[in-house]
């Protein structure tokens, strides 16, 4: 059984920077294609980032296109978050997830990862 746990949310102000920091523990991690989502309070969870096993491809919601960079470690079994420029509407509970290796179509949706964490909260004020 995987188990993700994220870390390195809080509150922070409009401009500012967070790394998150996502810890995979339990089964393979360097295999898999990990992704981070966030869900807004009232709206759905929506797609934040996604990066490839080796690290060598990463893909970004147009939202946070060059504020965001998703980056991972495999000695550490960690995936990596970072967010900078936050705005208010980055507001959100961050999730980590690994993607089923299986499972085939747009790496953007939610539906084709199978282990997610707890989330992490990020709060911009402004």
């Known amino acids: 059984q995987l188990q993700l746990v994220e870390s390195g949310g809080g509150l922070v102000q409009a401009g500012d920077s967070l790394r998150l920091s996502c810890a995979a523990s339990?089964?393979?991690?360097?295999?898999?294609?990990m992704g981070w989502f966030r869900q807004a309070p009232g709206k759905e969870r929506e797609f934040v980032a996604t990066?490839?096993?080796?690290?060598?491809?990463?893909s970004y919601a147009d939202s946070v296109k060059g504020r965001f960079t998703i980056s991972r470690d495999n000695a550490k079994n960690t995936v990596y978050l970072q967010m900078n420029s936050l705005k208010v509407e980055d507001t959100a509970v961050y999730y980590c997830a690994r993607r089923n290796n299986i499972v085939g179509g747009d790496i953007s949706i939610e539906s084709g990862y199978d282990y997610w964490g707890q989330g992490t909260q990020v709060t911009v004020s402004s």
């Open positions: 339990g089964r393979t991690f360097s295999s898999y294609r």
């Open positions: 990066i490839n096993w080796s690290g060598g491809s990463t």
